[in-house]
């Protein structure tokens, strides 16, 4: 039985949504061979570093890469845009695909093993990579793998009522990304009394704050050293010179970071270190300042007050896509960023804790055991493999 974990991205920040599971399930000796398959340095990098020890005594790492010249024209000229490698990956070794009996992935894009190439064979497991509220993680792709891992009741209810995933192939197994977390880190700032906000933007131009205000939300805490930031975006905003999405075809530039934001005391920039990935911010800030990305319910795990920004002005009150909206003030303007600060501060306790905490429990099923040992149960049970049941201890008599 081989088992393989595709890491297929420009950035690092799926890695630990499936690779906590590929090592629980390594250490289960269930006699299947796990493979892990990443496609560039940077990507090989971060699983060894992660993995450290288990490679070469349980799992096996398998770089990925583009084979033919066709290939490589394509992503190389088209790389400045668009993630073409992330898609020509497949056709280019389909010897490795085929020699697999289950496929674990963190997102979507694979399922072209199944549409195109035909892999009809091929087990396909998604464990997602967040617990946020955005339509595109509950568009019907979801129905064409086998069995999908969520975090809890809330994705496993709109993949089942919104893109139809039959109830039998989703399983609720928590959060395997905190198995991995790291401590609270906040590079370059002082460890004062002061505040300390994660200023999260998303990367898609028509939801995001930043393309519209992210400069004077900047400007702002330079003229308010009372407050410390933390500026830490999504890790794909700045990894290319423009953004292309496709859940709404939109392009945008994230455009050049001035440097009276770079001197600026008690502002710390990361345009996408390992750091933004790890749950080191969202652990180390007071306060979450953002938009819609999925991180802020990383950022609940320690109920905190949170602050939105409605760059879009959009009707967000009783849309499922903004749920998370309700944790916090949310604010179309950065005039109002001070008041706005100030009343998520000294409403949290009474008014947004309680709702932070209803939102958090419907997100995340977490439970003693880990959820990495959850996942790695539910994807031996699509294997067709045993998983080892705990051994009892035998009373005196």
Known sequence: MRIGFLFNHDQVHQVAHSLPIALALARQGTGA????????PRMQAEVTRLAAGAIGRGVTLQPLTLKSRRSKIIAGVSEYIAPAAKLLIYGDNLDFFRSLDVLVVAEKTSLILKTRYGLDHLKMVHTRHGAGDRAIGFDPASALFDQVLVSGPKIRDRLVNEAKVPCDRVSIVGYPKFDMAEPARAHGLIDDDRPIVLYNPHVSPHLSSWYKMGRQVLDWFVEHEEYQLIFAPHVMLYERPFVLTIDKLRIDRAGPIDQRY??????????????????????????????????????????????FLNAHKVAWRGDANFAHWAA??????????????????????????????RLFRYSFDLRDTPSSDRAAKAIAEVAGIPWPEPQRAFAMA
């Open 262 to 307: 770079l001197r600026a005391p008690n502002i710390h920039i990361d345009l996408g270190s390992r750091a933004s990935t790890t749950m080191a911010y969202t652990n180390r800030a007071d306060i979450y300042l953002g938009d819609v990305s999925s991180q802020v319910y990383e950022f609940l795990y320690r109920p905190r007050p949170c602050v």
């Open 328 to 357: 916090g003030p949310v604010i179309d303007r950065v005039a109002d960023l001070g008041a706005a600060l100030a009343t998520a501060r000294s409403e949290q306790t009474d008014l947004y804790r309680p709702v932070q905490e």
């Open 33 to 40: 061979e796990i493979i892990l398959a990443t496609t560039n």
